[in-house]
């Protein structure tokens, strides 16, 4: 269930703080939504922030309840106008509420269950509570590695989800997914705000051919959209990491939730398998393309190999991108994971000039 401009008398008002999700309003909001019944009522809610979230607040909210039964706990995100990334992609809030309201159940992957879905641009009022699943793996103080068993899991989830949405008329009929060429475009504006101030700050701490990588990445990273411009589109998650992933295990039986669905583009697979192969052993990288094109093949979708590789390497440069976003905002944490990124990342990066010329 969600709230639109046009249905939004049918819930009680978006909530603006956590301090507004209170006993009453949940009451309301769960009793609107199905999620408990008209006699069952909402008696105890103790919020606890579990961080600032990509576009705002996140909150984890352990609930009680009277004449019936609900869900023990949810987590609530909440809009803030402070959020660095929602200023500079404020389409976060529309794309997630979009995604929940028309096809979160029908994504082809497991995801949270939504309980309340609630956006007004025209208010700045946003509010999604959903299932509370656990959560991922930081992954900015740390350099993860999939495990053998995770990433095939991974792959044949994420194959399936592609294989279900390829060329999709739905996707393309659905005016909050981005097209991957604007998302591109906006990403190419922020790349060429950065590069002036990434540039003097990371000069002495970069290679001679990092330097010039980086130098020239606006147009290395315009060129790598031209390159996949044409591939076949799908729905992309667009921020596959360790952080947005919730595995659970049942004996030898591995499976798993994806998390934050704020970054989807109707793009190339690439750019999601690219985001995978990030997390994973070099080594391992051919076995892993050949089982995610297997998985397609088993759903009559047929890619060449060649090309497919090609795509990889040019999507490769979206985590160029984040090195140097990360990069300038000034921070000992962002410093380190920019690093990190790229000690890790930077020979695709160095391969993808190479295709890209």
Known sequence: MATTESNQFKYPMIPRTITDVDDDWLTAAFQKSGII???????QVKPEKTGPGVAGSVHRISLSYTNGEGPQSAIVKLHSCDSFALQRFPNKLATESGFY????????????QCYYNAF?????????????????????????????????CLLSEIANMHAKWWQSTKLESLNWIRPLKTDADDRLKLLQSFIPEFIPKWSSELTPEMLELFKNLPELFKKATDYVMSSPRTLIHGDINPGNLVWNEAGEVLSLIILDWQDIIFGPAARDVSSILSYTKPESHSTAVTYYLDVLNKHGIEYSSERFQNELVACSLFGAFVAAGRGVLGTVEQDNACRRLIANRGYAWVQAAKLLG
């Open 37 to 43: 019944t008209t006699e069952c009522k909402v008696v």
């Open 101 to 112: 309201r028309d096809i979160g159940d029908q994504s082809g992957v497991k995801v949270p």
């Open 120 to 152: 007004l641009p025209t208010e700045g009022s946003f509010c999604i509570i959903m299932e509370d699943v656990g959560k991922g793996i930081e992954t900015i103080s740390a350099s993860i590695r999939f495990s053998e068993q995770q990433l095939f």
